[in-house]
T-cell receptor
Framework: AQSVTQLGSHVSVSEGALVLLRCNYS??????LFWYVQYPNQGLQLLLK??????LVKGINGFEAEFKKSETSFHLTKPSAHMSDAAEYFC?????????????FGTGTRLLVSP | DTGVSQDPRHKITKRGQNVTFRCDPI?????LYWYRQTLGQGPEFLTY????????KSRLLSDRFSAERPKGSFSTLEIQRTEQGDSAMYLC???????????FGPGTRLTVL
């Protein structure tokens, strides 16, 4: 069974500092990996996804993530945090079953950005 | 393209009552998913439709839950005889193809008193 572990339920950074949100996955087959962001009282928005092409994936809002098979990791980074980045971030894994893609999410990391 | 919409956004009900939620996917998307998100957790998969056919159901979807997508467009999720443990955010997502991005709606927050 697939699973995702997000280390750190809360991460605090100062505005302008590096953002690093950690995600480790478990999958018996080559995975598809995703990062979603959720703002308060809203649904999830896709930041980026890895689907077995380039291991370094660039997403929206300056975020990127690197797929490292040897470490079973897919950490999310952003060089310089902005106040508007404060939100909940979810890492997810899936395998493409016959006909559909079931996302398995981690428990989320809340990013706090201080001025 | 107006995105995925869900109605209502909030629902408060008493234990034992039935509730129904609606999801309108992006118009050309033939795949539709329901997820449930409880406080402090990530979303958990509930069920999946391809057009009007319900092709996958999670063990989380007890007999009190039923989902439909009668014409392959909007979908409804009904919970009968609600329990306090049903309190959660119910999220709907849609995608164009099997491996395409799932676009999520804003969710329906259910509170069972």
């Amino acid at each position: 069974a697939q699973s995702v572990t997000q280390l750190g339920s809360h991460v605090s950074v100062s505005e302008g500092a590096l953002v690093l949100l950690r995600c480790n996955y478990s999958s018996s087959v080559p995975p598809y990996l995703f990062w979603y962001v959720q703002y308060p009282n809203q649904g999830l928005q896709l930041l980026l996804k890895y689907t077995s092409a380039a291991t370094l994936v660039k997403g929206i809002n300056g975020f990127e993530a690197e797929f490292k098979k040897s470490e079973t990791s897919f950490h999310l980074t952003k060089p310089s945090a902005h106040m508007s980045d404060a939100a909940e971030y979810f890492c997810a894994v899936s395998e493409v079953n016959t006909g559909f893609q079931k996302l398995v999410f981690g428990t989320g990391t809340r990013l706090l950005v201080s001025p | 393209d107006t995105g995925v919409s869900q109605d209502p956004r909030h629902k408060i009900t008493k234990r034992g009552q039935n509730v129904t939620f609606r999801c309108d996917p992006i118009s050309e998307h033939n795949r539709l998913y329901w997820y449930r998100q409880t406080l402090g957790q990530g979303p958990e998969f509930l069920t999946y439709f391809q057009n009007e056919a319900q092709l996958e159901k999670s063990r989380l979807l007890s007999d009190r839950f039923s989902a439909e997508r009668p014409k392959g467009s909007f979908s409804t999720l009904e919970i009968q005889r609600t329990e306090q443990g049903d309190s959660a955010m119910y999220l709907c997502a849609s995608s164009l193809g099997a491996v395409d991005t799932q676009y999520f709606g804003p969710g329906t927050r259910l509170t069972v008193l």
